[in-house]
């Protein structure tokens, strides 16, 4: 049973930095992973992607060069450190994993299991 549990959300001025883990539990040490967001009234959308190592990543246009995902197979664990932060990045952070090795594609459907989300505010 896969289980994804995330962290490390809350509030922070524009410009500000957050780092958001997930703890992922089962067998996803092979797995793809990927964070999405979901604004109010939005859908969701892919905001980036690891392969299986974190040796491969792929990133959203709106996040590149501000966001990083790494992920730490020794704990389990994907993070996205979140910097140069701006009030539309204001989201419930989703990660989510897909089964395969190969680094996932941008569609929520591209992906099998989900994590409750965390919320991040960005002020202005």
């Known amino acids: 049973q896969v289980q994804l549990v995330e962290s490390g959300g809350g509030l922070v001025q524009a410009g500000g930095s957050l780092t958001l883990s997930c703890a992922a539990s089962?067998?996803?040490?092979?797995?793809?992973m990927g964070w999405f967001r979901q604004a109010p009234g939005k859908e969701r959308e892919f905001v980036a992607a690891?392969?299986?190592?974190?040796?491969?990543?792929a990133y959203a246009d709106s996040v590149k060069g501000r966001f990083t995902i790494s992920r730490v197979n020794a704990k389990n664990t994907v993070d996205l450190q979140m910097n140069s932060l701006k009030p539309e990045d204001t989201a419930v952070y989703y990660c989510?994993?897909?089964?395969?090795?190969?680094?996932?594609?941008?569609?929520?459907?591209?992906?099998?299991?989900w994590g409750q989300g965390t919320q991040v505010t960005v002020s202005s």
């Open positions: 989510a994993a897909a089964r395969t090795s190969y680094i996932a594609g941008r569609a929520v459907g591209d992906y099998d299991y």
């Open positions: 690891a392969n299986w190592s974190g040796s491969s990543t």
């Open positions: 089962g067998r996803t040490l092979t797995y793809a």
